[in-house]
């Protein structure tokens, strides 16, 4: 088993964070546009925090949250937007222990609630998340966007 640590991703973290979101992004079929940049920004002005397993300075997974509210219960959580781990690291525990560091720092930052989403048929996470406790919840409606200048 490969030890490893969770540290707090900093914006100078961007640059070894960036192909595992550009490979996160594919994998979902997306075709990645977030550059360097906008991680460095997006993680210096509080955006985004991150959190990243690492073993002698190489990483080998992410977590990226964002804050969340439920004005009508007066309740502040996160959104676990991004979770990652580098192929070749999977099963050895790298995601489970950035799901608990993700829960720990939703708590330190007065959080009550972690959201964590999968698609569909991403079968493999929805049971990863399932084993950590995390329960399914039904969608409450549809949701709309609008791009912005």
């Not at 900093?10 to 550059?35: I, K, N, W, Y």
């Not at 580098?86 to 099963?91: D, I, M, S, V, W």
């Not at 959201?115 to 079968?123: C, S």
Request: aromatic share 8%; hydrophobic share 40%; charged share 20%.
């Amino acid at each position: 088993m490969t030890e490893f640590d969770i540290t707090i991703a900093q914006p100078e973290d961007a640059v070894s964070l960036l192909p595992m979101v550009r490979a996160l992004a594919a994998f979902h079929g997306d075709v990645p546009e977030v550059t360097e940049q906008d991680l460095h920004r997006d993680l210096s002005d509080g955006w985004l925090y991150g959190l990243v397993a690492r073993c002698e300075n190489r990483p080998l997974g992410y977590a990226l949250l964002t804050p969340q509210a439920q004005a009508q219960y007066g309740a502040r959580g996160m959104d676990l937007h991004h979770l990652y781990v580098e192929q070749n690291q999977r099963g050895h525990g790298v995601g489970s222990a950035l799901i608990a560091s993700a829960e720990a720092l939703t708590v330190a930052r007065g959080g009550s609630y972690l959201i964590i989403g999968a698609e569909a048929g991403n079968i493999a996470a929805q049971r990863f998340y399932l084993s950590h406790g995390y329960e399914t919840r039904a969608s409450s409606g549809q949701r709309f966007r609008k791009n912005l200048p």
